[in-house]
């Protein structure tokens, strides 16, 4: 498995509504509220066999007040 993490902006006042969506998915290890330039921070793993970007879109495109996102790639532990 491949672990990114996922930066969330949302529409002002929508933030909860936008990580309870997240929940009900299922496919999140952690969900952060943050502050700065993105609202919240998911902690995925995505199976080896999946297209991270595909398994990304899959995860958010259907999330109504979801602005922007970044997704960054691990690589190892430490």
Do not use: W
């Not at 009900?24 to 998911?42: C, F, N, R």
């Not at 991270?52 to 995860?59: D, S």
């Amino acid at each position: 498995m491949v672990c990114i993490f996922i930066q969330i902006r949302c529409r002002p006042g929508r933030t909860y509504e936008v990580a309870d969506s997240i929940y009900e998915k299922e496919v999140v290890s952690e969900l952060y509220s943050t502050s700065g330039e993105y609202d919240l921070m998911a902690k995925v793993y995505v199976p080896d066999d999946q297209d991270v970007g595909k398994y990304v879109n899959a995860i958010i495109a259907d999330i109504p007040d979801v602005d922007r996102t970044l997704t960054t790639l691990t690589f190892h532990a430490f």
